[in-house]
């Protein structure tokens, strides 16, 4: 049988009708868009060729795939249809990628191992580089593509993504698109000396590739040495497509307001479509008639396919909310007699949660952790984590990278594969660079795949003050959460809610936020009878630590202490309502208390404005307002930053005479 640069005709037929259909595709959504039948178009018209080799060097069977918005061919490669493709841009219910949940060109595909991407332009690197990791310790030679553009090369997850692949030799494959504009922004604006591959120098193991994306064969030959590099565990591969964009960067944008039209026609030569097949007419492998008639055979399948697609069903209106969470837990939830009233040894709260990631290490040989210092014999800056790499090995147990996004990235990227990462951000105040990953991509996964795919992660983070830390090691966080949708917020006061709660979170379908107060990790009350390995939680249980009949004082964390010291010290009968988490919240008790008291304070250690508290007042005057004798007051943290001097942050923080005030002030309205 013939072959041309080693493809048989058949292989070449079956590369050109993919690039192809690609294109096409472009040119009927662009159509339907105009049309009034879409809203967003991205284009892969100029990109076909590197995609499609990419493409034909990756299993969709056991490799999985993080592609960018331009990927269309690439996917099609894969095994994506027309049809499926035509959903996604009609937004419709059967829309494999999304359900119409997401843009049209943010792929996925459960079946075709296609991870649901997102919008933010380089999330994907680090959680490309966590599969990779997890096809490591599955030992399975599966590989991870990941890819974007040129201008995405300037975000700080490309670069710590580069620097832990090459570290841990992760086999994955970096592709980047370089068609020399980021929207408008051109290289030599975008990246220093106007080199990607040169830019990427300097990072060991990893191999590189400068390819002309527009070559089918040269591109091709980079992909088969960089995936056979990858399976035989030499470590990751960049390779650099020089592509065309031979369309404006989507639908919302004009390219001619600032690309010259010479350099607009200069493109248009390098067409790789018609690169690929004037190398095949010229070799005599496929006639021009031949080409025609793949070409009409496509066009009617298109059309086709789009007069199939309109007519499928749009997404019901009631499935907005579907697949937020799992909504399954098969798990036995503990008492509150079986939490509190153990008879066991007391444990101070770093204790507590030392045993339950003991606990729940020895029982899924699954879970992972990992972080800055908690391995070895440092054991985290507050210990938590003491002892469990001697316990549990370097490959259970281990430090990642002084690097917030790294962590919560490759965590996603590992939960995806069937891991359960439990990691550490050591301070909460440094979490900030990873709020791209916890905003766009933990907590959306889930959602924006319809269910298909999940990230189970618990992300434990130190937090709040009363310790001197000052300005970047006080603070607390947890408003700026309780507004993510997709996540769940556990925020405990005492060690056995802490134990049963975390053991809870790492049984869990779904992404948790564990915050750990450090003021409260060794104080004497906030210790408790350590609850058993069989003792869990359910969260959204508000727990009631002292009942009364004059007032509620709803509150959580470090100022629930505060709160019994003032009510002790006042002598009056109270429901003190220890919400211990705060996504679910439990309005039940809330409401339960108020019917009987009629009188209610939120204390909570967060600055005011914007804290959580005016959320929870907000939904009380919503819904029980007629229970009200009086109005809700607040209690919170002044909206100063917190300062070092013991002198200011008694001025700053919540205090036990300010809850003492507002109790007065309720009690005698």
């Known amino acids: 049988m013939p072959k041309y640069k080693g493809f048989t005709k058949k292989e070449l037929i079956d590369i050109y009708s993919s690039m192809y259909l690609s294109r096409m595709l472009d040119e009927k959504q662009l159509i339907l868009l105009k049309q009034g039948k879409g809203f967003f178009h991205i284009g892969a018209s100029g990109h076909e060729a590197a995609e499609l080799a990419a493409a034909k060097n990756i299993n969709p069977d056991k490799d999985y795939s993080y592609p960018y918005y331009r990927d269309q061919a690439y996917c099609i490669g894969l095994g994506m249809t027309s049809k499926e493709l035509l959903l996604s841009f009609l937004a419709k219910d059967d829309d494999p990628n999304s359900s119409g949940r997401q843009m049209p060109q943010h792929f996925g595909s459960k079946k075709l191992n296609i991870v649901s991407q997102s919008s933010p332009t380089g999330t994907q690197y680090l959680q490309a580089v966590g599969a990779g990791f997890a096809c490591q310790r599955d030992k399975n030679k599966s590989i991870v593509y990941v890819s974007s553009g040129e201008g995405t090369t300037s975000q700080g997850d490309f670069h710590e993504a580069l620097n832990w692949a090459s570290r841990e030799k992760a086999p994955v494959v970096f592709h980047i698109h370089d068609n020399n504009y980021a929207i408008s922004v051109p290289i030599e604006d975008q990246t220093t000396g106007g080199s990607v591959f040169n830019m990427a120098s300097g990072y060991e193991s990893l191999s590189k590739f400068d390819v002309d994306g527009c070559n089918f064969f040269e591109s091709y030959q980079a992909f088969k040495l960089a995936t056979e590099r990858a399976r035989k565990g030499k470590g990751p591969s960049i390779i650099i497509s020089n592509v065309v964009r031979l369309l404006p960067h989507s639908s919302s944008d004009d390219h001619t307001k600032y690309r010259p039209k010479k350099e607009l026609e200069a493109d248009k030569k390098r067409d790789p479509l018609t690169q690929f097949k004037n190398s095949c007419i010229k070799s005599k492998i496929i006639k021009e008639a031949e080409f025609q008639s793949i070409e009409d055979r496509i066009d009617e399948q298109i059309n086709n396919d789009t007069d199939w697609a309109e007519k499928q069903n749009n997404p019901s209106p009631d499935s907005y909310s579907d697949n937020l969470f799992s909504n399954f837990l098969e798990l036995e939830l503990s008492t509150e007699d079986e939490i509190h009233n153990s008879n066991s040894d007391k444990c101070v709260m770093v204790d507590a949660i030392n045993h339950a990631l003991s606990e729940e290490l020895t029982f899924n040989n699954k879970m992972i952790m990992f972080g800055q210092d908690i391995a070895g014999g440092k054991g985290g800056v507050f210990t938590a984590t003491r002892g469990l790499t001697d316990m549990f090995g370097k490959d259970r147990v281990f430090n990642s990278p002084l690097a917030e996004s790294s962590i919560i990235g490759t965590a ?81 006061s005492n060690a056995a809610d802490a134990k049963a709660l975390l053991k809870t979170a790492c049984r869990m379908q779904d992404p948790v936020l564990f915050f750990e107060h450090k003021g409260l990790y060794r104080q004497n009350y906030a210790s408790s009878n350590e609850p058993d390995e069989n003792t869990f939680l359910e969260f959204g249980k508000a727990r009631y630590v002292s009942r009364g009949s004059d007032l509620t004082i709803i509150t959580w964390g470090s100022i629930v202490q505060k709160s019994i010291e003032a009510i002790r010290e006042l002598e009056v009968s109270a429901d003190i309502i220890d919400l211990r988490t ?7 008790t809330i409401k339960e208390s108020i019917s009987k008291t009629n009188r209610v304070i939120i204390a909570h250690e967060d600055n005011l404005t914007n804290g959580f508290g005016g959320e929870i007042s907000a939904l009380i005057s919503e819904h029980y307002f007629e229970m009200l004798d009086a109005p809700i007051l607040r209690v919170a943290s002044e909206d100063v930053p917190i300062a070092y001097s013991s002198v200011l942050e008694d001025e700053i923080l919540v205090q036990t005479d300010w809850i003492k005030d507002a109790i007065n002030k309720i009690i005698n309205y």
Request: hydrophobic share 40%; proline share 7%.
């Open 412 to 492: 996603i990227g590992l939960s995806t594969m069937g891991y359960k990462p439990v990691v550490e951000i050591q301070f909460g105040d440094y979490i900030w660079t990873a709020m791209m990953q916890l905003r766009n991509e933990l907590s959306t996964l889930r959602y924006r795949s319809n269910g298909d795919w999940a990230c189970p992660v618990v992300v434990r983070v130190p937090v709040g003050g009363y310790i001197h830390g000052s300005l970047c090691h006080s603070q607390s966080i947890d408003a700026y959460f309780t507004h993510m949708p997709g996540l769940y917020i556990a925020y405990p």
């Open 582 to 588: 705060l996504y679910p919240l439990d309005l039940d």
